[in-house]
């Protein structure tokens, strides 16, 4: 018997993950004050339309600031805290806190941060669809057997945009990708933004 073999594209995602700096947020490099947040254009109506459509979310991020000293572990959680005051709540946070000379197999582009999402989750890390706006993103994506969405910024490589499988102008394109693909689309209701004009952060938008 033939085996269903519909494309991933077009199979409703089990969660969505996304990016926390630079794709949700502005990028405040190894940002401590969650005074300092604030939402992309678009980022609260692009979650809310995922959300309407039942679709679980989380939040993968490295966050090296706290390896090298310049984040405390309690100003991250008061950071992520403002993210959902401004945001509304995510199922799952999933933050690596180390650097690249740590060797771990969390910090994109390792897949940890996505499969230890999708554990919680309770869903397989293929039913998953990353959206981030470097290629750490999408290469994190790509090892954990994820559909990843990139939505460049001007901190994005241009060799990071022709080698992503997937390229979105902005958050709320990207969450037509997910939603569209899947016959699940709600309307965008006049997103305005896209991102250009977004700096760069020292974590590579983490």
Avoid at 3 to 9: K, T, Y
Avoid at 14 to 39: C, H, K, Q, W
Avoid at 96 to 118: E, F, I, Q, S, Y
Avoid at 155 to 176: N, R
Wanted: charged share 25%.
């Amino acid at each position: 018997m033939q085996e269903d073999v519909l494309p991933r594209h077009s199979r409703r995602p089990a969660a969505v993950l996304f990016d926390r700096d630079g794709t949700l947020i502005r990028d405040v490099p190894y940002n401590s004050d969650p005074n300092l947040v604030e939402p992309v254009p678009g980022a609260g109506r692009a979650l809310d339309r995922l959300r309407r459509a039942g679709l679980p979310m989380g939040i993968v991020s490295n966050q090296s600031g706290v390896a090298r000293g310049i984040i405390s572990p309690e100003a991250l959680r008061e950071v992520n805290a403002r993210v959902e005051e401004l945001l509304g709540p995510f199922d799952v946070w999933a933050v690596c806190p180390h650097d690249d000379d740590d060797g771990c197999d969390c910090r994109k582009p390792a897949p940890g941060l996505v499969l230890r999402a999708a554990r919680t989750l309770g869903v397989a890390p293929g039913d998953c669809v990353v959206i981030g706006d470097i290629g750490r993103d999408v290469a994190a994506a790509r090892a954990a057997g994820a559909r990843g969405i990139l939505v460049p910024t001007p901190v994005t490589l241009p060799e990071e945009v022709a080698a992503a499988p997937e390229v979105a102008p902005d958050l709320g394109a990207a969450v037509d990708m997910v939603l569209d693909g899947a016959g699940v689309g709600t309307p965008r209701e006049g997103d305005e933004g896209g991102l250009a004009g977004q700096g760069g952060g020292a974590d590579g938008a983490a």
